[in-house]
């Protein structure tokens, strides 16, 4: 009787199927890391394990950490001071490489999402350092502020429902179209200095009080979008408004209201209460620009960024 019970045994484990586990079928952990420049509040940063890559602010002779070790209010007393504007500085190609050789080492993959490629040479630079790596994959946001915050974000998302790094890749670029990148500045002194905007330009806005809104084309350049008058309150309020007339086409998943510093608070209220009355946001997100958009934008600038359906 065991005789036969071990033949049968035999038989049974012959024609089972050999089963072999690859390594390319084992889903790996993927990280998600961004440039400084996607201005997300520090709790959400925490709470979605985004590895951030500072950009480097110049003042003088003397470099720093975007968000590290300097933020915006010491750039606008710099500005102040010296009458010059701080200048800004990519992530090189080795300190990408750094990042993605300690996560690849420890097999997991990488969703990087980039600056601009039209405003900075990161992106360009992520893509130097991810060439010498597997399952390292880089995005172009053609954004910035947290207008590129919020494909961060989803990136997470996507993350979270258990994709894989190529998918998450995917799905990020085929958003990358729908960001709505818009700003309303209070004055052009900033992007003057900077050299994106001409004497002439900042003189006739001056004199003709004008506040000019700000929008983030569909390469990733900037250009104005429309022209405000009057005082600065009033723009903001009429900004807000504009940036919400067609509420029903936004992803109702978030929506930001991020702002340079100096800017009444009852603005922001205003903003958000506008937002939250219209009862179409699961989460409203209200954020500080970082120290590479204030170098560029300077002080009291308001954004209202969200994804199209």
Do not use: W
Request: hydrophobic share 40%; charged share 25%; glycine share 6%.
């Amino acid at each position: 009787m065991a005789l036969c019970y071990n033949l049968v045994k035999i038989r049974i484990n012959y024609f089972l199927p050999q089963i072999t586990i690859l390594e390319s079928d084992v889903l790996k952990e993927v990280m998600i890391t961004a440039d400084s420049t996607c201005d997300l509040p520090n709790y959400l940063i925490e709470k979605n394990n985004i590895t951030i890559l500072p950009l480097s602010i110049l003042l003088g002779d003397k470099s720093y950490s975007d968000g590290v070790d300097i933020f915006p209010r010491d750039i606008y007393a710099y500005v102040n001071k010296t009458g010059d504007l701080p200048k800004t500085a990519a992530v090189t190609p080795a300190q990408y490489n750094t990042v993605f050789k300690e996560f690849t080492e420890q097999g997991k993959a990488v969703v990087h999402i980039g600056l601009s490629s039209a405003i900075s040479s990161s992106y360009q630079n992520a893509c130097i350092a991810a060439a010498e790596f597997e399952d390292v994959y880089c995005i172009d946001s053609k954004s910035l502020c947290t207008a590129m915050g919020l494909l961060v974000l989803k990136a997470c998302d996507f993350r979270e429902k258990g994709f894989d790094a190529k998918k998450i890749y995917n799905r990020v670029n085929s958003l990358v179209p729908k960001v709505s990148t818009t700003f309303v500045l209070n004055n052009l002194e900033y992007l003057h200095k900077g050299g994106r905007c001409s004497g002439v330009a900042k003189f006739s806005a001056n004199v003709l009080g004008i506040k000019p809104s700000i929008a983030v084309d569909e390469n990733g350049r900037l250009d104005v979008a429309k022209k405000y008058r009057g005082k600065i309150d009033l723009v903001y309020k009429q900004y807000i408004s504009d940036s919400l007339k067609d509420v029903n086409k936004f992803d109702p998943a978030r929506v930001v209201i991020a702002n340079s510093g100096d800017i009444n608070p009852e603005i922001i209220s205003f903003a958000k209460g506008v937002i939250e009355g219209k009862n179409k946001f699961t989460e409203v997100i209200t954020a500080d620009a970082g120290c590479t958009i204030s170098s560029h934008c300077g002080p009291k600038t308001l954004a209202i960024f969200y994804i199209k359906k």
